[in-house]
Structure formats: C-alpha cells, structure tokens
C-alpha cells in the first residue's frame, strides 16, 4: 500500500532559508517529496519539519542519506532523525486487566492498519494472556508486589525485546520517575480525562462529581509528573445527566480507544516532535 | 408557532407513584401533555419532571392549575413550579467590551428564536450602546470604580426593571458573593474554557501554554465560588500545534456564542433543574 | 450491575391520557420505574412510549404482567411489547472478510458491555474462522456461488439458532428481498456512507471523488430497498484533501464500529421504535 | 495583529524540485516564509503550494516580486496567484429575508475578525436595509419580477463596486448559468444541506422526511450545475426524534453560519485551491 520512503524530522533554531537549503538538498540527489510540513514555534524561536521522500528517488541509502545530509544539518543546529518507512517502530504493550485498548490495538496490529511490531505484551495480572497469545505475541506477567523490582524488570525486558516505544494500554500503575526519565519520549500513556481536568485517579467519578457535560480521554508522553506530560492526541464525548458513572466509563473506553490509536499513529509515523511540554503534530 | 402551553417542573424525594399520580392529576382534568421527560438523581435519591402540558386542552388558566395541584404536591414533598409560555422570561444582559455573545443573543431575540423580553442591557463600557439602541433597548452604563457600588447598583437595575435572569455575556467583572446569594440560580455565565480545567483569567492562554489540543466553553450558573457553579452546557473545538492564542480566541467566540445560546435557551424554556452542584437538563 | 427490569414499549394512536393510564397501572401493582420516555410522531399521530419497571417491584411475572396489561392496551389500539432484561437477545452475525465491526462486537460481547447471546456467526469467507472459534462460538460457512440457496440457507441457520436479531457486519452481499420481508425490523446493517448519500457499492470512492470535508457511517434496518430502510444511528467524521480513499477507508472502518455498536445497543434494549420509515430512538 | 504578508499560491504538474526550486527563490532574496503547505492531487499529477512570506523580509514590493518570479513560474508551468495582505478583498454579499448568515458574517466584519471590504449589500428584499445601513455599508434593492435583467443588474453592481467576491449568504435565487461562468471560482453559496444529500428546495423538509439523524450544511463555490459546485466546507450536527422541522431549521441556522465564516475565511485568505470538482483547502 503505502510506498517504500523515508521521514526526515528537524527542529532548529528558526531562521530564513532553512526550507530552501533542505527542499534544494534534497531536489540535488533527485528526492521526490511526497509530504512536507513545517512550524514555528514562536515562543521558542524553534522551526520544526517534517518531510517524507519517496526512496526510490533517492540514489542511496538511508544511512547514505545521512551521512550527506550531516554537514547541513549541523550548519543549522538541527536536531534531526531519518526513519525508514521499511523498518517497524517496535511497540512493547503494559496491560493489566481491562482489554478495550489493546483489543483495538492488536485488531489494528493484525489487519495491517497499524504498521509496527510487537515484540511482547506485559502485564500485572494473567487474565489477557490467552488472547494475547492467540495473536502468536508472547504474553510477559510481571509481579508488582515489590514495584521497585517490577518496574526494573519491564525495564529490562523493554530493552531485551529491543522496544522503542513503550504503550500504556489502560496499565494501571504509576511509572517510577526513573523510568519516565529513562525512555523520555517513549512512554506513551492513555489518560480517561481531558487533561488537564481530573488528573489522578478515578477520572470519570471525578467527572460525574462535578457535572460536567463532556468526558474525554487524552493520549500524551509519559513524564515524571503525574498526568502533566506533553500531549499528543485528545478528545471529547457528550454525556447528560442520565448517564451513571458506568456509562460514563463506557462511553470512555470508545473514546480512550480512538485517541490513542490516533495518537500512537501519529508517533509511529514520527508526525509527533516535542518542543518543551507541547507537542507539534504533522498530521 | 409554538402552541400556548404550562411547562410543570417538579423535583421531591424518589419514591414509587409520581409519575403515575401527576400525569393522573393531569389527565382528570383533561390535560394534553405534549412533552414529558423524567429523571432520578440516585446519589440524592431525588426524582426529577418537566411536564408541557397544551393550555387549551386544560378547563382552567395556570392560577387555578396551581391552586388544585398543590395539594398533590405536598403529599409528594414537591418543590414545583408552573410556567405559562405567554409570559416571556426576562433577561438582563450585562456586557463588557467583547460583543460576540451579546450580537448572538440580539440576533436570536429580534429573529423570534430566542422568546424573552430583554428589558436592558448593562455595560461597564460605553462601547456598545449604539448596537444596543438600535435594537430598541436601554443602554445603562455603570461605572466600576466603586465595585460594591456598582454591583449595588446593578442589583437594583436588575429589580427595577422586572429581570428573571442575569446574563453575564463576556462580562468581564467577578460578580461579588452578596449579588451570588441574592440570585441563587439566576445568573448565568459563558466561561471561555471547558471547566474544571483553566479556572479563572486568561483561559486561552493557560490552554496555549499547556499545549491542549481541544479547547472549550462552559455555560453555568454562578455561585460565589468562581467558576464553580452547576454546569447547565459546555462544549469544545479542535485546535492544533499552529495555532496562536489569538486562533484560540476566534475559536474560543464561536463556541462561547452557540454554549451560552444553547445553555440560556434550556434555561427559559424550565429545562435546567438543579441538584446540589449538578444539573438535570431536559433537552 | 444492571438490576432485573422488565421493558415495556407502546405506540398507539395519540390521545389524551395515555400516559396516566399507564403509569397507573403500574402504580397500582406497586411497579417503580426506572426509567420513562414519550415521543409524539405529529404527522402520524401516533404515540411512542418506553418505560423500564424493576422487576422485583411487582408483585408477578412478566407473563402475568402481560396478562393484565393486555385489556389496557386494547383500549388504546396499542402495539405494545414487553421484555425481561434476564432474556438476552440473540444476535446471529454476518460477515465477509473485513473484521472490524466483528472485532468490535466480540469485544464488547465477551467483556460484557453488550448483554446478548451470539448463537452463531455466519461467513462466505473463511478468513474469521479461527477468530470466532476462540470465542467458542460456532461459525459457519456459506458458499455464496449459488445465491438463492445461500440465504434459503442463512435463514434456515438463523430460525435454527433462534435468532432475534440478524446483524450484517460488513457483510459484502445484497440481502434479497424474500429475506429483507421475513425478518422486518430484525436485519440491522451498517453502510459505510452519511445515508442517503453514496447509496451502494464503493461509497467511500463516491465520497472521495465527489470531495466531501466529511464521511460517516449509517445503521439501519434492512428493507427490501437498497440502503433506504428506516436509520438508526449515524456519524460524521472530518476528512481533508491529503486524504486518499485509503485513508477514507480507514477513518470509516472507526466510525463504522462505533455506529454500528450504537445502533445495536439502542435495539437490544429495545430503544428503537420504528414509524414509518423512521425510528424513535429513547437513549 | 497579523503582520504584512505576501500569499504565493501555485498549482502545476507535479515533478521534483518544485519546493526547492519556489522556496530557493524566496531564500535567495532573503525572504523569510512564515507559512508553507504542499499537496499533492494524485489523480491529476497536479502539484499545490501555498506560501505566506512577510512582506518586509523582501528588498522589494509585490509587484517586483511578480516580474521575478515569472521566469520560474513559466518553467513550471505554474498557475500563481501573489497576494499582499494590505489589500483586502472586496466582498459583495447577496441575501434575501433570512438574516443570521448577513447577522454573522457582518459582525466578524466589524470586529475585525474578518479582514475584508463589503462594498454593498444586495437583496431582492426590504427587509434588511436598517441593519445593513446602520454598519455603514450600502444596502441597493434589486427588484426580481424579470429575472435575467434582476442578475444583470446584479453583475453591474458587482462589476461596479469592484467586488472580489460574491458571497450568497441565504440568498433564495437561483444564479443563472452566465452568471456563474462569468465569475467561476467568485460565487461562494451556502446550501443548508450536508451535500451531496437533499439537493434543491427544502433540504431540511428532505432530510426530516429522510429521518436522518445529523444534518449539515455545505459551503462551495457555485457552478452552473445547481448545488453541485466544488465543495469547500462542511460540517454536520445531531438532531433526534424529538425534532420538528422547526427545529432542524433552528439548529441549521447555527451551522450554516459557522460553515459559511470558515469556508469564507478560507477563501479570503487563499487557502482554497479548486482542481476539477474539488478543493484543497490549506489550513
């Protein structure tokens, strides 16, 4: 389906010319740019850009590409990175007991939607292994009674199974900060609130107590601070007064569905580039 | 268009029969209910209606429907209310600078949408008195050096002229708690944020700052606590990474305009009824 | 978590006093309901009522309930029904080769959210097999070359599994007409088009090249028109230029899930009445 | 607020080196872009651009800019489009009795939220003329008993106060085929249907006979196949049973206004771009 290409993603120091030095190093080996987005960031001063080049139009290689591209990229400080469309971003899975989240991941996983692999998942309890494991996907349980040894050991298997991004799939246990410190801007968390609204626990008996008229739920990176990491992918659903908090979880399963499946999308396709707590999103 | 018709709200401890024993009082007397909506608050253990019944179908005028019906109503423990729709609602509308909400409202009132009687219009500025005049409607300016007198002063406008309900559209001045007491469930606000997130100023720009990727409005009562009143409507729009807080501001109008419109006309038409710091809206 | 209740849903021609004399009777036998909604379809003249009764509130079964109830509705010309929320339906699915409502409705069957039974799913493709069969459900295949017998067959599966509800999951065929009439108001379907627009095969091509900003999905009941039979639910969702028909496909196979699984739940609690071409949805 | 730009817009046949070649120009007169979008319409091999430089990184004017340019742009057999956000676009809005959309459009006008010049105000109506003129803004009554000489007089109007762009804004006329290919691309209507459903008269009559469940409104450019013009914006919202026709006119009139102001401020901003019956629409 999609094309064999690579993604070039910057961020630098905001200045004049920076699209016409990269655009015209790229038109000099022939690339062919099949999507190219790009942002200010004005507080920062910082430029941010994203560019998908048909490989095919290349006369190298990725690593080729890179090693060329290295002196411009150091003329405008730019923090860079090149992705091969070709090479799977490896998406280690945490679960405990609810299944909603992962269900519609690994259905998007198997039907071909969601272009990763998924070396392993993990949990704290046994009770999704069987599906899990029908998926032909090993299923790793981890005991948390001592939560300082369960954490250094899913730190331990994330690095054995070679994960670069770490999915927090509804896990409901608070990530040490030397972990979050440890894979920053791999962690990605689904939190049923609409941040910044009910951080913590019990997000929508929060919501029900307070009477409000949407929930939502919010996808972001997992920082050392609770709930306060930079976000990636939000959204809404409307509730009224007939609704018991039960419905209110309901509702929120399909909505904490659907925004981190958009928002790990938009990671897996590197759209995501972090400038300080916010996110720039190339959709 | 709208048929002459008495709106019936009740709310009284939850039991067995009400339904039964109202919609029976109702029927004895020929009674044609047009629209009839139920809740129960279980938390409160507390039973929520909002009965339209057709005037014409009824032998006798509200008076004397409420005179006959009250003792049906003490059996039950009920605060009710019964509400003719011939005698339009009286809203006095408080402004500042800012006069997207206002317009919206002027718009819906001399359309015939929104059936009220808009008695005046008060402003801490003279900026809008032309667009209020050509309406037809009293201007009244206050001077906000002297805060408490002035909200003195606005008290006393507010009963001078007959009002129903005090509609803060984008006013910009903190209503001080003796005004809150005095119109418990009177005054209504548009919050520019999705509460309970970014209380207070500058919402927009909290929300810039904390990189969200909705933003919202909230239409609620106001209590002395501030921005913490009983929800009546909220509502929010997708935002992205390029846009300012000026973007956010022209968003934010649009959806403060349609939150505050839809949540005033609950409230006119006996559709908001309260319970505790929540509240049941009959849609 | 759901208490025992029994359902009870009317329509008649509208009168006066309908609501009394049924929330009467229920009074009388001591029956609390739940829940109540009313609707008056103005054209037809004819009115629509759901109410929920708890079970344990009345001093019978539902048979006996039905008993009595029944002189009641012969004084209104009543269709009425009654059911009991121990009783689940029985949803016999149909699907081709595209899983994801399937995937969806599983999930929601086996983590309990959706209170049916799923006697059997049936195919003419083999592709789902081993993903149905984990559930421990049967699933059958039908060999489609001979497309009369095929559905001879499917109805014959579907009176033998006693089913209630045939629900078309992406299911790539035309029901026949002998089919769509023997089971009316009992086929739901989801079509992957904002109905009426985009009425049978390829609509998310239709909608690409007509360039629509947005695409949505529609359930409805079957009827032996194409596409055209009484709606039940639908969305909408955002699309842009950058998005190709993949893309379109995509998007719809979410909005296709969540609509569909709406849909479902609205009939399975017997929320769903159809007037007309039309339907009265209590949510 | 918006500092001084200049706007390239460009479409040509799709081959390498396009960005680089336009941004490499820009650079090399240090002009510093502060927007840039890029699309690519597959089918067509057509390439889009849009550019927003500040005006004052430039050594020389638009118009210079222009002669420069040309060279390049003929190499690439551009069609391009500079214009200087000083120089506001003219709009002359067409409309007849309704007046939410005129309500609206001429508020984000006064604010300043919408940076254009509205020369004039046509109706076939009285109605109007205090609201309009009280904005300062010429209201002409076109009188439409003859209506081939009504539309002529129409387009000597429109010539005459040199307008940009005609905006029917519920304007209840249909345009006459010359006058569509008279001014292709400049006729901006908004249909109170989500098309390519409920074409024609009464689309909201259609669409509560049709028992849909969300309506829409639909903001395009006009062509001389009626409702059918490329399609611009759109958006949709929830209706249900409980709503009359009345009402769908009610929440209509929300939605059109919203649609209108955005697909307008698209347009006014050049960020639409047609290619055949569609727009890529650069936000």
């Known amino acids: 389906m999609t094309t064999h290409h690579y993604t070039l993603t910057i961020s630098c120091p905001d200045r004049a010319g920076i699209i016409a030095a990269v655009s015209g190093f790229i038109a000099e080996h022939g690339g062919f740019i099949v999507e190219a987005s790009y942002h200010t960031e004005l ?6 850009m ?16 890179g090693r060329r591209f290295a002196a411009l990229a150091a003329t405008f400080e730019m923090n860079w990175q090149l992705s091969d469309s070709k090479l799977n971003k490896r998406l280690v899975i945490l679960v405990s007991k609810q299944d909603h989240c992962l269900d519609d991941l690994l259905h998007r996983w198997r039907s071909g939607e969601l272009q990763v692999d998924i070396p392993c998942v993990i949990s704290n309890h046994e009770d999704l292994r069987s599906f899990v494991e029908w998926h032909g996907i090993p299923f790793i349980h981890v005991d948390m009674q001592d939560k300082l040894a369960a ?14 991004t770490m999915v927090l799939a509804r896990f409901m246990q608070i990530v040490p900060p030397f972990l979050c410190r ?49 976000i990636i992918e939000q959204d809404t ?10 419905d209110l979880v309901r509702y929120g399963r399909d909505i904490e569905k659907t925004v981190l499946a958009r928002g790990l999308r938009y990671h897996v396709e590197d759209r995501v580039l972090v400038c300080g707590n916010k996110t720039i999103v190339f959709k």
Do not use: M, W
């Open 182 to 230: 440890r894979y920053t801007g791999k962690i990605i968390n689904i939190h049923h609130s609409f941040l910044p609204s009910f951080v913590g626990a019990k997000p929508y008996h929060q919501a029900y107590l307070r009477g409000v008229k949407l929930i939502g739920a919010t996808c972001h990176y997992v920082t050392d601070e609770l709930d306060a990491g930079p």
């Open 50 to 65: 994203r560019q998908e080049i048909r490989a095919d139009s290349l006369p190298f290689a990725a690593d080729e590409f």
């Open 151 to 164: 954490f250094k050991k899913i730190a331990a298997l994330f690095d054995e199974y070679r994960g670069d």
């Open 43 to 48: 507080e920062a001063q910082r430029f941010f």
């Open 237 to 246: 659903v409307r509730i009224d007064h007939g609704d018991t908090v039960d």
